[in-house]
């Protein structure tokens, strides 16, 4: 198939892995990338390094495209940004902030910018300054989120902008990729629908939680920071929520948790990390690889699509039936 998305990233899919810091790296993305879709290095909490280095092994495992994902709230973004350009690589998506300082530059090294927006707002800028597309991700995400969901956001943002509208929030399958082209997408992002991939790099421990967890499993904390995360219900997250109550009180005692959170819950400490992750890992049963994710969702969401309304109740009719 062929939509905007997939003729302005050269990609077979148009089916885009969510950012994930500290989780997705090189090997994720390659494995993403050759399964046809777009693989993205995080560059969220990482060194420039590390990034140069993730940079060129994927180049190394693909000849497909391959982007970055760039947390906007961390403080070597000027250096990130500037590194990106030299590598060329070949699409920046952005989270957590406004790219807006960047985009320029990046336009002027021949990468695609992609933008994630929460908000109608920050999609009209940035289709403003010239961003090739957007990814409107619903609060449903993992990770860092906005208020709105995917099902109010995405016909929002793609009433206001011209450009293509990458659907993200609460996605893992082919009714998701359906809903979200109803709703007037032209791609999806998946995040959560990768994190239990073989090639995911997290722990066993993190992987058999996303796995085992139900719709109610996730919990948003830092709302009372203005930093809110959705992430799985745990130790950390209720002892979180507590602190919020009374920032004031427990901001040190706060912002000691949060130190290093992300890396020990990628290491496997599933009672003390951050185990980011969207409410749709509620029907994620199966581990599977990246490439089969990719195909799965492709061949789930044409046989759907090829059905008309009365065939769809039909066979939602026929599988309640079988419950
Ligand atoms: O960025 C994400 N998800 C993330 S980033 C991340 S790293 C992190 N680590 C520790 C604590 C918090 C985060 C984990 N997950 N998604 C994209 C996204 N961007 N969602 C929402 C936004 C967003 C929100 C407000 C983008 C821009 C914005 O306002 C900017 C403005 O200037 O209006």
């Not at 070949?90 to 908000?119: H, L, M, N, Q, R």
């Not at 998946?190 to 996730?218: H, M, N, Q, W």
């Not at 749709?280 to 789930?300: L, Q, Y």
Request: charged share 25%; glycine share 10%.
């Amino acid at each position: 198939m062929r939509t905007r998305i997939t003729d302005l990233l050269g990609i077979r899919y148009p089916i885009i892995q969510g950012g994930m810091a500290r989780i997705a790296d090189a090997r994720l993305a390659a494995a993403v990338s050759n399964g046809g879709g777009l693989g993205i290095i995080a560059c969220g909490g990482a060194s420039v390094d590390w990034v140069e280095e993730q940079v060129k092994l994927a180049r190394s495992l693909t000849d497909a495209p391959i982007g970055c994902n760039v947390m906007m709230m961390d403080r070597n973004v000027p250096d990130i940004a500037a590194l990106l350009c030299e590598l060329r690589i070949d699409v920046i998506a952005t989270g957590a902030g406004s790219p807006a300082d960047y985009i320029d530059a990046w336009k002027e090294a021949g990468i695609k910018v992609v933008p994630v927006v929460a908000s109608t707002a920050l999609a009209s800028r940035m289709a403003r300054l010239g961003a090739d597309a957007v990814v409107a991700e619903g609060t449903e995400s993992g990770g860092h989120i906005g208020e709105l969901t995917t099902m109010a956001l995405v016909p929002a943002v793609c009433e206001t902008v011209d450009i293509p509208v990458i659907a993200a929030g609460g996605i893992a399958d082919g009714r998701g990729m359906v809903a979200a082209f109803a709703l007037g997408a032209e791609g999806v992002q998946c995040g959560t629908r990768f994190l239990t991939v073989e090639e995911c790099p997290i722990a066993e421990e993190y992987k058999l939680k996303v796995l085992d967890a139900k719709d109610s499993d996730t919990i948003v904390t830092g709302r009372g920071t203005g930093h809110p995360a959705r992430m799985v219900k745990n130790q950390f997250a209720r002892k979180a929520r507590k602190l919020e109550a009374n920032v004031e009180a427990n901001g040190e005692e706060l912002e000691q948790m949060y130190l290093g959170a992300l890396r020990r819950a990628v290491s496997g400490d599933v009672d003390n990390g951050t185990l980011m992750a969207g409410q749709i890992m509620a029907v994620i049963r199966e581990r599977k690889t990246a490439a089969d994710v990719i195909e799965d969702m492709m061949r789930e969401a044409e046989a759907l699509g090829a059905l008309d309304l009365q065939q769809m109740a039909e066979a939602n009719a026929a599988r309640a039936r079988q419950l």
